[in-house]
């Protein structure tokens, strides 16, 4: 395991460290968002150091990971489908954003609408994000298994 790994846990607990303070020092509107930020930075950071101390201590197990990832990135057949799953999940989230964009505009001339749905919507919208290129990436190595 890097050490760069130990690093990047210790700046997510810092960052999470410093969001705490702004959110505690500072009571006003954003520090619901700072809170948020806390928990965020936080349990990124303590599982990246519980991952650094698990896998150094386990460093035979770490190799066999290792080995089986690196034969899996280079697998011909799993990178055109990780390819392919990469270009529909683009063109889904261009559709969704180009619809997006004449939905707030549609909304924000008729004055229906406030920013808290608008984040609650790319809240959605960053989920499809990420399962649409899960499913299509499987979907994509049933067709070809």
Do not use: P
Request: glycine content about 8%; some cysteine; overall charge neutral.
């Amino acid at each position: 395991m890097k050490t760069s790994n130990l690093i990047y846990g210790l700046i997510c607990t810092i960052l999470a460290g410093i969001s705490l303070y702004i959110s505690i020092s500072f009571d006003n509107d954003m520090s619901g968002i700072f809170s948020g930020m806390t928990g965020a930075f936080g349990v990124i950071g303590i599982i990246a150091i519980i991952r650094y101390f698990y896998w150094r201590k386990n460093k035979e197990k770490y190799q066999e990971k290792i080995e089986l990832e690196e034969i899996e990135l280079k697998d011909e057949l799993k990178q055109k489908l990780r390819d392919r799953a990469g270009k529909y999940t683009y063109w889904v989230s261009m559709s969704i954003t180009a619809l997006s964009i004449i939905v707030y505009s549609l909304l924000g001339v008729l004055n229906i609408m406030e920013t808290e749905h608008i984040v609650a919507y790319l809240g959605i919208y960053l989920i499809i994000q990420v399962f649409a290129g899960s499913i299509i990436f499987y979907h994509l190595l049933r067709k070809y298994d």
